[in-house]
């Protein structure tokens, strides 16, 4: 399985970008339970920004972006991280990843893709 991570880019502070990650053709989504957005600064630990439940639809933030970016997914499994009001601070790559069933870690992540926010 492959995720592949698209939309990183370069935004002034105060703008908005919207991330998607793909799976790979043919892949199917029936025993993931979780679909999560991750970050890492440079220098700084990975940290999970955001996650939403495959089946149930529930949605979880850090409490640093509450309010500023919003995790969906699509039918096909497409998963989208909407970032508003960007931050400098935000600036980091940022990972999907696909949590299994009866599975305490995160077993697929894509290749992240590069966030940059200037002041």
């Known amino acids: 399985v492959q995720l592949q991570a698209s939309g990183g880019g370069l935004v002034q502070a105060g703008g908005s970008l919207r991330l998607s990650c793909a799976a790979s053709?043919?892949?199917?989504?029936?025993?993931?339970?979780?679909m999560s957005w991750f970050r890492q600064a440079p220098g700084k630990e990975r940290d999970v920004v955001a996650t939403?439940?495959?089946?149930?639809?529930?949605t979880d933030y850090a409490d640093s972006v509450k309010g500023r970016f919003a995790i969906s997914r699509d039918n096909a499994d497409t998963l989208y991280l909407q970032m508003n009001n960007l931050k400098p601070e935000d600036t980091a790559v940022y990972y999907c990843?696909?949590?299994?069933?009866?599975?305490?870690?995160?077993?697929?992540w894509g290749q992240g893709t590069l966030v940059t926010v200037s002041s």
């Open positions: 990843a696909w949590r299994l069933l009866g599975r305490s870690g995160y077993d697929w």
């Open positions: 939403i439940s495959r089946n149930a639809g529930t």
């Open positions: 053709r043919g892949t199917s989504a029936s025993r993931v339970l979780h």
